[in-house]
């Protein structure tokens, strides 16, 4: 099966198609959706999407069944924002796509494309969605301009690009002010210029058009897609001042789908946050006054903006984006409810990236991004037992998981031999 | 460095100058008839610390974790005058003793951190804060921790509500030798040396691999793990000629031949203390190979690695540290943020344990500091998966007894043991859970922290009026 399999690949077949069908049965299904939370349910995959969800349902003759009776089942966790697919090692080890220096095609940003980077084979895919990340948002982390291009959503299978230019992101807090002549009072001055100058372009730039703008003429195609609300608008502020400022740019531009990122103090403008429904990805482990940014730092933020009624999505990293839920659990631990913990690894991060409809729950016609947990998956003692990608259960092996296997084996051997011999 | 008095006579006219500069040992004036010999002020700065007043404590019907490797359901432990008096399924307590039910809940020593750099990379961090690298020359061994601890950093609080009651502030690991360490008592007060732990023995810390090459590749080496392995050499070498000097000087001075005492050298003084065995070496160290190789710069130059930091290959060769009997200060799953962090895998601390090699859990993190409980109980349950069936009791040795160990400080701390100090937290259930919070915490007998009393968190000057102040954190 796995050398045809291949050779359909091969022959530039979606290997969906030949997936098999699949009837995960008897778990305790937390669907992220309407339904809530189901007991002793049966999930239906075919095609590498989810047919069919309900309890007490038959099980057609051609479906593979797993019994996950005991067991957790949530929508595959989807990353709120990382670099998955652009890093391999951080620091010293090559280029990372994730950091960008100097790029001529570019003058403010706005035109870097992520999706032109993604590489399925980085070894964080496979560590990551074996701890049950079935997808994530990525994008640019470092560099020199106002704006960090346009992030793609990203599949942690072998088929890697799910959504181009699903957000841009921008730095509207200290960070982003160092970049722009150390000062908010030009870093906002030059994004709102950069945002107009788009605006003010009708229709595409073209080759021979002479255009002096601040803005390369690729900038300008990127910002137009932010105006029209076609890709959200990712603004990392912490300080509530830089918060009311989000909010602000929010009224001045009701088109532009705005989400704050990191919001250290949101909760400190909860309310103003969900009366202009801006949603918010944070980690809610972050309490420290790491500046002057950052005073109002606590560990309650994310029960604070649940209470006011602001979504909240969880999980900012990206070697270590598996300890999302461990991040969820703490937010849970201090107040947040726990419903809305799992939402803010599955269904928030999906709303927010306008993948609604295909990721981050646990219903009919979605993509088949499943998870099969031993327990609670917010309780860092339990794991994700099996995975499935679009419908395909994958293989539970990482580089991780074969070191592991080496010297577990190395230790028990009765005599040594060479470990590079020792196969897992 | 100060002058006794010999055996012949009384002489302390040098006493402050030799503060400033040291006359005699700097002199190049014809030499004064010597009656007094030149020593080396072991504790210059001493601890000031002083427990909050604490009342005779029991907590009953609750779950202990002796933190020696015993479970004991429905226990009670009772603590007064700052120490654990008794503890087991049935103890005698006095009638006038404060009493808390601990149903449901459970009781553990006090968690030790052998990793922080809090203090000397305080929040907020900004550059004027920055306080933990002296990255000027590979070798500042003579530089020490304690001297730029900024005990208002909000981060010994939270660290508090986490359940730690000490630990050791490192410098960081730019240089080959970092400089010296200081463990502290995490009840947070005015002065580094009011947070004191009294009598620990000092740390030294050595930094491998990627770190040093980096910092100094471009400023006159070392470029390589050649360059470093060279530099820690050189260094032994020259701290064991200084050794040598000393004991010429000492010898001379017995047979009263009126020496002239060696120039004092700060950088020398910390090494030949390493050599001595009087301070504790922590070795910030990722790969295996690198590690071995510094075990045999150990025997080469006969001291001793307490404890292997980072250590995130020493799954690698658990046996060998064993063998020599070196601990590794780990983090449950951090990996790939550089080369040598490449191959870090969950299940290393339980095959350290599993060996049977002293494995610790260590955060080098102002957030991970407050959730080690949580470290340690993913790293356990990640054993189990594996196969590698150690108990909670047993994994709590990651948190405690071995930090303490290797901070030479286990006669005092990181055990529930009579006589110990109670250095104590009550949990509010099982603390291998995410929802698990600690509700108090005790450091020698007093209550440092108390969930249910925001009145009685530590508020550090810097956060008092302030946006946040007081708040829950």
New interface residues.
């Given amino acids: 099966m796995k050398l045809m399999l291949s050779l359909l690949a091969s022959a530039v077949i979606s290997t969906s198609v030949w997936a098999e069908n699949i009837a995960i049965i008897g778990g305790k299904v937390h669907t992220m959706t309407q339904l809530g939370t189901m007991e002793k349910a049966t999930i239906l995959i075919k095609d590498g999407k989810i047919a069919q969800i309900d309890r007490d349902l038959r099980v057609p003759d051609n479906y593979r069944k797993i019994d996950a009776s005991g067991k957790v089942i949530t929508p595959g966790f989807v990353g709120a924002l990382t670099t998955l697919g652009l890093v391999e090692v951080s620091m010293s080890a090559g280029v990372v796509d994730s950091s960008v220096k100097k790029a001529g095609v570019t003058k403010t940003g706005a035109a870097l494309d992520v999706s032109y980077a993604l590489n399925p084979d980085s070894s964080l895919v496979k560590i990551s969605r074996v701890e049950g990340i079935t997808s994530a948002a990525t994008a640019i982390s470092s560099v020199d301009t106002l704006f960090y291009g346009q992030g793609a959503v990203m599949s942690l299978g072998d088929d890697p690009l799910l959504k181009a230019h699903a957000f841009m992101k921008v730095d509207v807090g200290s960070d982003g002010a160092e970049g722009e002549g150390g000062s908010r009072a030009a870093l906002w001055v030059a994004l709102e210029t950069a945002l107009e100058e788009a605006a003010s372009v009708e229709g595409k730039l073209n080759a021979q058009d002479d255009w002096h703008g601040m803005n390369s003429r690729a900038d300008v195609a990127a910002l137009k897609k932010v105006l029209s609300g076609k890709m959200p608008l990712f603004m990392q502020a912490d300080r509530a001042a830089d918060i009311r400022q989000v909010i602000a740019f929010k009224k001045r531009h009701p088109d532009i789908k705005v989400v704050l990122v990191h919001g250290v103090e949101a909760w400190r403008v909860a309310k103003q946050l969900a009366a202009n429904n801006i949603p918010v990805i944070i980690d809610p482990e972050f309490n420290l006054p790491g500046g002057f940014d950052q005073l109002g730092a606590t560990l309650a933020n994310a029960a604070r903006l649940e209470k006011a009624g602001v979504m909240v999505a969880i999980g900012m990293d990206t070697h270590n984006i598996r300890l999302a839920a461990q991040h969820a659990g703490n937010a849970v631990a201090n107040g947040l409810s726990h419903e809305a913990g799992l939402a803010s690894l599955t269904s928030a991060p999906a709303k927010i990236l306008g993948m609604q409809d295909t990721i981050g729950s646990i219903s009919q016609g979605k993509r088949a991004d499943i998870v099969i947990w031993s327990g609670d998956p917010l309780e860092v003692t339990q794991a994700a037992e099996q995975v499935f990608v679009n419908g395909e259960p994958i293989k539970m092996e990482s580089r991780q998981t074969k070191l592991r296997d080496r010297y577990l084996s190395s230790q028990k051997a009765s005599h040594s031999q060479p470990t590079q011999y020792l196969r897992p | 460095m100060q002058r006794i008095p010999s055996r012949f006579g009384v002489a302390v006219a040098c006493v402050f100058s030799l503060a400033v500069v040291g006359c005699s040992t700097t002199s190049k004036k014809e030499q004064q008839p010597s009656d007094t010999k030149v020593t080396i002020q072991p504790n210059p700065y001493p601890s000031t610390y002083t427990p909050i007043d604490g009342q005779p404590t029991v907590i009953t019907n609750v779950t202990i974790l002796t933190g020696t490797g015993e479970k004991i359901e429905n226990g009670a432990i009772y603590f007064a005058d700052g120490k654990v008096a008794a503890l087991g399924t049935d103890i005698d307590k006095p009638a006038d003793a404060v009493v808390i039910d601990g149903k449901g809940k459970w009781v553990t020593p006090g968690i030790i951190d052998t990793h922080s750099h809090l203090g000397v990379y305080p929040?907020?961090?900004?550059r004027s804060h920055s306080d933990g690298n002296e990255m000027v020359n590979p070798v500042t061994a003579g530089v020490w921790a304690e001297h730029a601890v900024w005990p208002q950093d909000?981060?010994f609080g939270?660290a508090l509500a986490g359940g730690v009651t000490s630990m050791q502030i490192l410098p960081g690991s730019a240089n080959l030798f970092g400089g010296r360490s200081v463990v502290l008592k995490n009840v947070p007060n005015r002065t580094m040396q009011d947070m004191k732990f009294p009598d620990a023995p000092h740390g030294l810390k050595m930094a491998c691999g990627?770190n040093p090459k980096?910092v100094y590749g471009e400023k006159g080496g070392p470029m390589t793990r050649m360059g470093n392995v060279a530099g820690y050499r050189q260094a032994w070498s020259d701290a064991q000629n200084y050794i040598i000097q000393w004991e010429r000087y000492e010898r001379e001075f017995e047979k009263g031949k009126n020496p002239k005492p060696p120039k004092r050298d700060l950088k020398l003084e910390t090494l030949a203390g390493v050599l001595k065995g009087d301070i504790l070496v922590h070795m910030h160290c990722y790969r295996a190979d690198e590690m071995t190789v510094m075990m045999d710069v150990m025997k080469e130059f006969d001291y001793k690695i307490g404890t292997f930091h980072h250590a995130v290959e020493a799954?690698?060769i658990?046996?060998k540290l064993k063998e020599n009997n070196v601990c590794s200060a780990m983090w449950a799953?951090?990996?790939?943020?550089?080369?040598e962090a490449?191959?870090?895998?969950?299940?290393n601390i339980p095959?350290v344990h599993?060996?049977g090699a002293c494995a610790i859990v260590h955060s080098d993190s102002?957030?991970g500091i407050?959730?080690l409980n949580?470290e340690a109980?993913?790293a356990?349950?990640?054993g189990r998966?594996?196969?590698i069936d150690i108990s909670q009791a047993d994994a709590w040795q990651w948190l405690s007894a071995n930090p303490a160990k290797a901070l030479g400080i286990y006669d005092q701390t990181g055990s529930l043991e009579v006589g110990k100090n109670a250095d104590i937290v009550l949990w509010s259930g099982d603390p291998?859970?995410?929802?698990?919070?600690a509700e108090k915490v005790y450091v020698d007998g007093g209550l440092a922290y108390d969930r249910a009393k925001p009145e009685h968190w530590p508020v550090s000057d810097?956060?008092l009026g302030?946006?946040?102040e007081g708040?829950?954190?």
Avoid at chain 2, 342 to 347: C, H, N
Avoid at chain 2, 432 to 437: A, E, I, M
């Fill in positions: 929040n907020p961090s900004t909000p981060g939270r990627e980096r799954y690698k658990a046996d799953d951090w990996w790939g943020f550089k080369m490449y191959d870090g895998i969950r299940e095959l599993q060996a102002d957030l407050q959730r949580q109980a993913k356990w349950s990640d998966r594996a196969g291998f859970s995410t929802y698990t919070q810097f956060e302030q946006v946040g708040d829950e954190k």
